[in-house]
């Protein structure tokens, strides 16, 4: 509560408690980022990291790890964790549209969806520039995006409504509110998420904004880059992406 007896809004990735609690790792995910690792003593590079749901497993593997992250909590987080499981991650504070690590990687991926928190076209060629310069030769770049449902973005009308609920160790039972809107000329949907218990009702309140990235421009956005699309999949296990799909997995290299 700020001085004045109400709850401040903030950015979701300043709270990596409530991140972890909320979203919470996902094993499917995790066993696709491990095999693509899947290498003997693969260079390793995450951007977007968060608290290392996918990067500490993947190091756990034996390979070398880089995470790079824009939020200190959260870098803050994969560090504690990591050191708990006894891996070695080498965690870097940066953005992803505009780093330079001095190496190259055989692997770099961004998952969960971080993608999506660069808005402008121009921002992901920019992110998609940097992962090339870092690629070593025959190196892949992997990640995941939800893909744009018209139904649901048409909803995303301002309404506040029930999106879904956890267990807090410290609070109970946490339900979350949302009130999203799409811009689409923006292809922005921004909304705030309500946290309520029985007691505490709106206890804390984080803006989230994530872009949508279009199946068609997907490819147009990774050539800008300098990158080329491999393979693009459905789902976790791999099945091909449809319209029917609720994510898209790309797999990409350079296109030198
Ligand atoms: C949805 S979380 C995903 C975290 C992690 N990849 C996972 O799978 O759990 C998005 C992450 O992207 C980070 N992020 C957002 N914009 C970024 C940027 N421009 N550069 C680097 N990281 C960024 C946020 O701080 C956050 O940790």
Same mark, same amino acid.
């Given at each position: 509560m700020d001085p004045k007896g109400e709850t401040m809004e903030q950015e979701?990735?300043s709270d990596?408690?409530l991140?972890?609690?909320?979203?919470?790792?996902?094993?499917?995910?995790?066993?696709?980022?491990?095999?693509?690792?899947?290498?003997?003593?693969?260079?390793?590079?995450?951007?977007?990291?968060?608290?290392?749901?996918?990067?500490?497993?993947?190091?756990?593997?034996?390979?070398?790890?880089?995470?790079?992250?824009?939020?200190?909590?959260?870098?803050?987080?994969?560090?504690?964790?990591?050191?708990?499981?006894?891996?070695?991650?080498?965690?870097?504070?940066?953005?992803?549209?505009?780093?330079?690590?001095?190496?190259?990687?055989?692997?770099?991926?961004?998952?969960?969806?971080?993608?999506?928190?660069?808005?402008?076209?121009?921002?992901?060629?920019?992110?998609?520039?940097?992962?090339?310069?870092? %690629?070593?030769? +025959? /190196?892949?770049?992997?990640?995941?995006? *939800?893909?744009?449902?018209? $139904?649901?973005?048409?909803?995303? &009308?301002?309404?506040r409504?029930?999106?879904?609920?956890?267990?807090?160790?410290d609070r109970?039972?946490v339900r979350?509110d949302?009130?999203?809107?799409?811009?689409?000329?923006?292809?922005?949907?921004?909304?705030t998420w309500y946290f309520s218990t029985d007691s505490e009702p709106d206890f804390q309140k984080v803006s989230?904004?994530?872009?949508?990235?279009?199946?068609?421009?997907?490819?147009?956005? %990774?050539?800008? +880059? /300098?990158?080329?699309?491999?393979?693009? *999949?459905?789902?976790?296990? $791999?099945?091909?992406?449809?319209? &029917?799909?609720?994510?898209?997995?790309?797999?990409?290299?350079?296109?030198?």
């Amino acid at each position: 509560m700020d001085p004045k007896g109400e709850t401040m809004e903030q950015e979701l990735y300043s709270d990596a408690r409530l991140y972890d609690l909320l979203f919470p790792a996902d094993e499917a995910a995790v066993d696709f980022y491990r095999g693509e690792a899947d290498g003997k003593g693969e260079r390793v590079l995450e951007l977007g990291c968060g608290t290392g749901h996918k990067l500490i497993p993947v190091a756990a593997d034996g390979h070398q790890s880089v995470g790079l992250d824009l939020a200190p909590d959260m870098l803050a987080e994969a560090q504690r964790k990591a050191n708990e499981r006894g891996v070695s991650v080498e965690w870097r504070h940066g953005d992803m549209r505009d780093f330079d690590l001095d190496r190259e990687f055989d692997l770099i991926f961004i998952a969960a969806n971080a993608l999506l928190h660069l808005h402008r076209a121009d921002d992901i060629v920019q992110c998609f520039r940097a992962v090339r310069r870092h %690629l070593a030769p +025959g /190196g892949r770049f992997a990640f995941d995006v *939800f893909s744009p449902n018209v $139904r649901l973005l048409a909803g995303a &009308d301002g309404t506040r409504r029930p999106r879904t609920s956890f267990t807090d160790p410290d609070r109970g039972v946490v339900r979350v509110d949302v009130d999203d809107t799409y811009d689409a000329a923006a292809q922005v949907t921004r909304g705030t998420w309500y946290f309520s218990t029985d007691s505490e009702p709106d206890f804390q309140k984080v803006s989230l904004e994530v872009r949508s990235i279009f199946p068609q421009e997907l490819p147009v956005l %990774l050539e800008r +880059g /300098g990158l080329r699309l491999v393979e693009r *999949f459905g789902d976790w296990d $791999r099945v091909p992406f449809t319209s &029917d799909s609720s994510m898209q997995l790309c797999v990409c290299e350079s296109d030198a």
